[in-house]
């Protein structure tokens, strides 16, 4: 039967993660995900979402070791990033340094590997890409740092807070998988055909740069600037819906409860309490914005979605735009390899097949 865009067809069977919209839960490799985060950093998160368990201490040696062999630059690499026009997307200059990976060294090493390989490195390009388009030199990776502090650090060589780091480890940790959404089915799509892992994380890359796909919390920020203060949250929501204007931030598609990716980073937030004002303002609101919409739209049950918080995340941060949705790349991308790794174990092509309509 012809479902337009898919909608509902199940086209794989995976052990790494599932999202149950009615009961507002997101597990990784079966476990709750509140569970799997608890206490651990973002490579260890890592390395359960790849794995199924977590690290012994000896695995978890080796694969912090790796993850700071790999985030040198190629020195290739860096020649290219150079040459790339300035005014052009840090999300369009990250497809194309990416895709160079693809030299023959690299393609030499195993497939997990290069994935980690990969992982490690995109926050690097990230930070890269970003300083050249500033007209800033880039800042060298610092090896007693981990993989979301030297993120920061690269990004404007100031050592980040304890706060700062917990706040958007906790974002990147919570987003690094979310099911068959589109750019990790392209991804699949592509190893399916024998390809290798930098093409399949290059077509994810290039299907999340679609506005369909993958929020980024510009909007959030902006209704979080507009409202400026505790005292100001009533007025300026209310305007709004009076003026019948989306509350950006509330709601989506697939979950029908609160998104428990929200939760998490709504907890994230109350623990640091006093640490940062955009974090306070941010549960401020939250908690009015639900009263408001609950007695001007009874029965809609409209939550807040994982973009909510990290708005105030990134603003804590003093993070610009231009990095919100790369960031968020820089989570994804171990969803991403994961589903390559897994396609790559029992690979059958995907070869839909397609409805004429014409004369």
Known sequence: MFQKGLKGVVAVQTGIASVDGDKGELRYRGKLVHEVIKGKSFE?????????????????????????????????????????????????????????YSQQEFSRTTPEQQALSLVSVFPVLTALLYRLQQGLPPIDAREALNHTANYLWMLKGTEPTAAQIEALETYLK?????????????????????????????????????????????????????????????????????????????????????????????????ALAGEDPWLDLAVSAEQEIIRLLNERKPGRALYTNVEFYAAAIMRSIDMPPALFTPTFRVARIVGWTAHVLEQQRDNVIFRPQSEYIGN
């Open 44 to 100: 260890e998160t890592a390395y359960f979402l790849w794995h199924g368990h977590s690290a012994s201490a000896a695995e978890l040696e080796d694969w912090e070791a790796s993850f700071i062999k790999y985030r040198k630059v190629p020195e290739h690499i860096l020649e290219i990033a150079k040459l790339l026009p300035k005014e052009a997307p840090i999300i369009d200059g990250l497809r194309t340094l990416l895709s160079a």
């Open 174 to 270: 919570l987003t690094m998988e979310h099911g068959m959404n589109a750019s990790t089915f392209a991804a699949r799509v592509t190893v399916s055909t024998e390809s290798d892992m930098v093409s399949a994380i290059t077509s994810a890359i290039g299907t999340m740069k679609g506005p369909l796909h993958g929020g980024a919390p510009s909007g959030v920020i902006d209704l979080l600037e507009e409202i400026q203060s505790p005292e100001r949250i009533e007025p300026v929501i209310a305007h709004k819906l009076d003026e019948g204007e989306k509350i950006m931030g509330f709601g989506h598609r697939i979950y029908r409860t609160e998104d428990p990716r929200s939760i998490l980073l709504r907890e994230t937030c109350l």
